[in-house]
């Protein structure tokens, strides 16, 4: 299996544009994980599906950040419009169930730089 | 507030010594992980301990658990340069699916 895939890689942009970034889950894992890291703040957990519902976006940020999963092999996240303080690396991970001692595959993540 | 915390934040061995890290909670948990970080990739699962379980080992890697410390250790023996990494535990929060991640332990091993 190829992992968790996640596009683009790094994505550099002006403050006010629309960013989206994609993850496609490892094949037959049912929950998937948006995550985003900073020095300051660390590794926050943004939004959690759970077969492709959306289960949990208590950890969005404001109403700028939204998230998508269509199909069980796709989501997306979605910044718009983009903030400096949006700059970060955003993982997406994937786990066979969300249950509580279940192990998160990550991405290679997405490093963000909002100009 | 971070549910788990490293300590320390930065550690710097030469190769072949063990690093030991170090991971302190605040509530009650029936599960720790591990996890790896190179830098600039994602994060790698190391190794689960659960709540009834006081030590796990794999490979050159061993994980203690103290619930009544509400604390954990993470040794990796005989370090080589390909250790050199970030180490996070993570901790499940009371009730729910959510891992919090600790700050992260930064592991330098010179060759």
């Known amino acids: 299996d190829a992992g968790v895939i996640q596009s683009p890689r790094h994505e550099v942009t002006e403050m006010g544009q629309e960013v989206t970034l994609r993850c496609k889950p490892i094949?037959?894992?049912?929950?998937l994980f948006w995550y985003r890291q900073t020095m300051m703040r660390g590794l926050e957990l943004l939004i959690y599906?759970?077969?492709?519902?959306?289960?949990?976006d208590s950890g969005m940020p404001e109403d700028r950040f939204s998230a998508k999963m269509p199909n069980a092999s796709f989501s997306t996240l979605k910044i718009q419009p983009s903030e400096p303080r949006d700059s970060a690396v955003y993982f997406c991970?994937?786990?066979?169930?969300?249950?509580?001692?279940?192990?998160?595959?990550f991405g290679p993540g997405t490093r963000l730089t909002v100009l | 507030s971070q549910q788990g915390e490293e300590d320390p934040q930065a550690l710097s061995i030469q190769e072949g010594e063990n690093a030991t890290m170090n991971c302190s909670y605040k509530?009650?948990?029936?599960?720790l992980q591990w996890y790896r970080q190179n830098s600039g990739r994602g994060l790698v699962h190391l190794i689960l301990?659960?709540?009834?379980?006081r030590e796990k080992h794999s490979g050159r890697l061993r994980v203690t658990l103290d619930t009544s410390k509400k604390s954990s250790s993470l040794l990796i023996t005989a370090s080589r340069a390909a250790d050199t990494a970030s180490y996070f535990c993570?901790?499940?929060?009371?009730?729910?699916?959510?891992?919090?991640f600790g700050t992260g332990t930064r592991l330098k091993v010179l060759a």
């Open positions: 301990i659960r709540s009834n379980e």
């Open positions: 599906f759970n077969n492709n519902v959306p289960i949990d």
């Open positions: 094949s037959g894992h049912n929950s």
């Open positions: 993570a901790t499940p929060t009371s009730g729910t699916y959510k891992y919090i």
């Open positions: 509530t009650s948990i029936n599960n």
């Open positions: 991970a994937s786990s066979l169930e969300a249950g509580r001692a279940d192990t998160q595959y």
